[in-house]
């Protein structure tokens, strides 16, 4: 039987756009109509949405760490690996932004909800970062997984467009391990928005093309 297809939305919500949102992403709301409509499109077999879901003490918050190493945006902390201390990673700090349950955390209310058949939470374990929507960076095994592979395996998916925020880090991190489960795997240009446009996005979308993932336009996927 053919491949499925899916439509992964990155968390689209308040925290992450303009004009309130903690983390928000030049942009970020303008993709809204975009995604509204890939959501009323027959190519996809399912759509599913993430929410990053952080408690509030969170590895990622700026604030959860010591001075002077504790600039938002600027600053960047050591993640060790919980099962394994000779394991870990710098990660980049962040503003406090989508807490479990608060306004921030909320999807968009512009997003059309009622066409979406899932929605995965990420990022719940303070321990570590997780910018893919299917596990955080650690391996064999990782630290924490989402309910997002188990989903897409079931329903016979072998294909994913990604769209959402933030291009160079939730969406990126979320393509790239979508290609190493074994999907094919494309971002839809016009639906994203990166953190650090320019440099940023050249360099994520470099390093996506690089690995295989392909970049479209959503006027002629739709079309
Ligand atoms: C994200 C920074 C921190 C994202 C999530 O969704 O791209 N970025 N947490
Ligand atoms: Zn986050």
């Given at each position: 039987m053919a491949a499925k297809t899916a439509l992964i939305i990155v968390d689209l919500q308040e925290d992450f756009c303009p004009p309130n949102g903690s983390l928000a992403v030049s942009g970020g709301r303008d993709i809204i109509p975009v995604v509204n409509n890939l959501l009323g499109s027959?190519?996809?077999?399912f759509r599913v949405t993430t929410k990053d879901w952080h408690p509030v003490d969170h590895i990622s918050f700026a604030v959860n760490h010591p001075e002077p190493n504790n600039r938002p945006f600027e600053s960047f902390a050591k993640v060790i690996n919980p099962h394994n201390s000779s394991e870990s990673y710098e990660t980049r700090l962040w503003p406090v932004h989508c807490v479990q349950g608060t306004p921030g955390a909320e999807l968009v209310p512009e997003l059309n909800i009622a066409k979406i058949d899932k929605i995965v939470e990420k990022g719940q374990d303070k321990r570590v970062e997780m910018y893919s929507a299917f596990a955080d960076p650690f391996e064999n095994p990782c630290v924490a997984r989402s309910e997002l592979g188990g989903y897409l395996k079931d329903n016979g998916v072998g294909k994913a467009y990604v769209v959402g925020l933030a291009m160079d880090y939730c969406v990126r991190a979320t393509a790239k391990h979508a290609v190493k489960e074994g999907h094919e795997t494309y971002i839809i240009e016009d639906a994203t928005k990166a953190v650090d446009p320019g440099e940023g996005w050249n360099k994520a979308k470099a390093e996506m093309e690089n690995i295989g993932i392909r970049f479209v336009g959503s006027k002629e996927l739709l079309k």
């Open positions: 027959p190519v996809f077999d």
